[in-house]
Structures are given as structure tokens and as C-alpha cells.
């Protein structure tokens, strides 16, 4: 059984077909790169794997279950999403970090955040610091963090290393594959050729709504 299943998914906005007639199979552990031209699709393909829309037309399966017999809490557990533009909340670093706590009742645990903080070699520092002064990589990288704090089982990226230097992004290149090495399913979104071959196993290229190939790398 795949972990996530497109049958035979479209998504329609007005008279636009946006994605068409789209057939994927996700396996579980799959580190799949999407690639594809600007307005192809990815990003709407990622917002469907993650529940943040609803096909026009299809159905989207995770273990064997349509998204919509799921809560939207069991999904938002299990699916990490994150987005191209990355999306932070409240004044400080420190609210964003509490909320995966906060939305499963539980208390912030301060090792693993310190944990997670130095896996992406960042200082816990940030925590102060407000939300609306840092860098577009400083607010990648925390987006990035509040959704690691629990280990999802799938993990969808969208772009996430874009505004990072060389040196960075290597870090969070080299933090996905680690989880994905511990068994964390991970889509991720790139333009940068030589990142979308480097730790994939599966290639996926969206080109004007539709899929053009699903390449096997290793
Ligand atoms: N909710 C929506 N309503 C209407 N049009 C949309 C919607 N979402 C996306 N689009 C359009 O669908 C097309 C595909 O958008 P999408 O964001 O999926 O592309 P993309 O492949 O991620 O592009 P990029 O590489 O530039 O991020 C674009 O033409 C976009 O303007
Ligand atoms: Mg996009």
C-alpha cells in the first residue's frame, strides 16, 4: 500500500485547470524532488499531499484512507508542511515555537528545542528576538523548525532553502536527509538541479498542470 496515493487528481480554479488527471504513488521513506517550470503546478501539488486544498476532482489517499475521512488535526500530525513564502506568526520566535506544544497540550521541552535548534547550528537566542526582523532565511529555517519539533511521518517542503547562502542550506539539506535516513517521507520542491539529484530517490517533474515523469534515481 503507497503512504500517499493521487488518483486520478485535478484541480480547477474558475476555468483554469491548475493540475490534471494527476497519478502519483508515494512510498513511504520515498525522498521525492519536484521540479518543473514556474506556474507548472508543484506548489499546488504540494498544498493538495498537505490537505491545504481539495481536489476538484479525485480522490487524495493516505494509508489506504481518503484525506476526508481524516480530522484535520490527525492529518496536520501527521503531514508537515512548509511553505514557499515562509509563514510566522505572533511578535516572537519563541510563540512559533511553542505552538506544536501548545496545540497538543503539552509543555514546551526545552531540550528538544535546544536539540533542533543546534541541528541547524542556529542559537537558541532567536527565541527572543521578533518575528518581523529577521532575514528571509532566519524565518525559513524557524518555519522550518516549528515543523520538525514533533517528527512527522511526512514531511513537504516547498522551496525551503531558497534564501539561504551555500553554507546554510547544505545544513538543512544535510537535516532532511537525516530524517528522511530515520524513515521520514520527504517532497520537497526545488529549482536548483544539483540539490533535486543529490538526496532523491525519485524525481517528479510537473510541467503545465500535468505530470511529465516520475524518474527512478537510485
Ligand atoms: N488557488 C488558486 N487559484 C487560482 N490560481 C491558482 C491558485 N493556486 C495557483 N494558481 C495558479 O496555478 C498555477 C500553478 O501555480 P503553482 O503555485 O502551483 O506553481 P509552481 O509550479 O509552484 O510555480 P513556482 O515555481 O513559480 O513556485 C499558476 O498559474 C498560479 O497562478
Ligand atoms: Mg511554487
New binding site residues.
Given amino acids: 500500500m503507497s503512504l500517499i496515493e493521487f488518483q486520478n487528481v485535478s484541480f480547477v480554479?474558475g476555468d483554469?485547470a491548475?493540475l490534471k488527471n494527476i497519478s502519483v504513488n508515494i512510498e513511504k521513506g520515498d525522498f521525492i524532488s519536484i521540479v518543473?517550470p514556474?506556474?507548472?503546478?508543484?506548489?499546488?501539488?504540494l498544498k493538495l499531499c498537505s490537505h491545504l486544498?481539495s481536489p476538484t476532482n479525485g480522490n487524495v489517499v493516505f494509508k489506504g484512507k481518503n484525506y476526508t475521512e481524516y480530522s484535520p488535526m490527525e492529518l496536520r500530525k501527521s503531514i508537515a508542511y512548509c511553505f514557499?513564502t515562509p509563514y510566522l506568526f505572533g511578535d516572537t520566535v519563541l510563540e512559533n515555537i511553542n505552538f506544536p506544544f501548545s496545540i497538543r497540550n503539552e509543555k514546551l521541552d526545552q531540550e528538544r528545542v535546544i536539540d533542533i535548534f543546534s541541528m541547524f547550528h542556529m542559537s537558541i537566542d532567536y527565541l527572543d528576538k521578533n518575528t518581523q526582523n529577521l532575514s528571509g532565511g532566519e524565518k525559513q529555517r524557524i518555519a522550518l523548525i516549528r515543523s520538525l519539533l514533533f517528527m512527522p511521518e511526512v514531511l513537504l517542503l516547498d522551496?525551503v532553502t531558497s534564501a539561504l547562502d551555500a553554507e546554510n542550506a547544505k545544513i538543512v539539506e544535510n537535516v532532511i536527509a537525516s530524517l528522511n535516513g530515520e524513515g521520514v517521507t520527504v517532497l520537497w520542491?526545488t529549482?536548483n538541479l544539483e540539490q533535486s539529484r543529490k538526496y532523491a530517490n525519485k524525481l517528479l517533474t510537473?510541467e503545465a498542470g500535468e505530470v511529465k515523469s516520475l524518474e527512478v534515481l537510485k
Wanted: glycine share 22%; proline share 0%.
Fill in positions: 480554479d483554469k491548475i518543473g514556474s506556474g507548472g503546478g508543484k506548489s499546488t501539488f486544498i514557499q522551496e520542491i529549482h510537473i
